[in-house]
């Protein structure tokens, strides 16, 4: 009886470490999978499943040579509490990488507002969002991660009503969210997302005021409460 005993607690002494080991692997696993050039929404969120584990991974991921994979790395560092994760992202909107500049101005657009970075533009308006940032960044680095987000209404389906929304849910958005529409500095009504897919959400219109109805365009936001 006590040989089992000990042979029990001594297995257990030793599955300790091994456990420990099994999910370090498992977790480095799933951040390198974002090295994949192929890999999409289901690789983001099984990163975000492991939670602040990850941490140290996308870490490692953030200092490494790929651009692309460094952009990713830093948007998933902020869904996880990483405020930090900010200052890659702002730096890499001049990145080399087509992917990786898109996803930056895309996490920038979602997590912080600011002035839009458009590919029209000269520089593609980085000039105006650097100016932007340098004025705003402790603002911004001092407000709780996915506390607030920001977007745009990208289509207008007014018979239902619906509108289409530029919050994905790779930067957080989520089914049932409430947002604000604003045109201006004027509200027009409120949103909440019905459907929060990897690229835009599906939101139903709600308190629509007499006076205006949302547009293409107007800017929404998330406030946590």
Not at 31 to 42: K, P, S
């Amino acid at each position: 009886m006590r040989r089992t005993t000990f042979t029990v607690a001594f297995a257990i002494v030793l599955a300790g470490p091994f456990a420990a080991a099994q999910q370090a692997s498992d977790v480095a696993q799933r951040v390198a999978a974002l090295r994949d050039t192929e890999a999409g929404y289901e690789a983001w969120e099984s990163v975000v499943a492991a939670g602040r584990d990850a941490v140290p991974e996308l870490r490692k991921a953030l200092s490494g040579p790929d651009e692309r994979v460094r952009a990713c790395s830093a948007a998933l560092l902020y869904r996880l509490g990483e405020a930090d994760a900010l200052d890659a992202l702002a730096t890499l909107v001049e990145a080399k990488n087509a992917g990786a500049r898109a996803e930056a101005v895309a996490a920038l657009r979602a997590y912080v507002g600011g002035p839009l970075l458009r590919t029209g533009a000269a520089d593609g308006g980085v000039g105006g969002w650097k100016a932007w940032w340098a004025a705003n960044v402790k603002q911004v680095k001092s407000t709780a991660p996915l506390s607030r987000l920001y977007g745009h209404i990208t289509a207008i389906d007014g018979a239902k009503p619906l509108a289409v929304v530029s919050l994905a849910s790779r930067h957080g958005a989520r089914k049932g969210m409430t947002l604000t529409v604003r045109r201006g500095v004027k509200p027009v009504c409120s949103l909440v997302i019905l459907h929060a897919g990897p690229e835009r959400s599906v939101a139903r219109v709600v308190e629509l005021s007499s006076q205006a109805s949302p547009r293409v365009g107007d800017v929404v936001f998330y406030i946590r409460r």
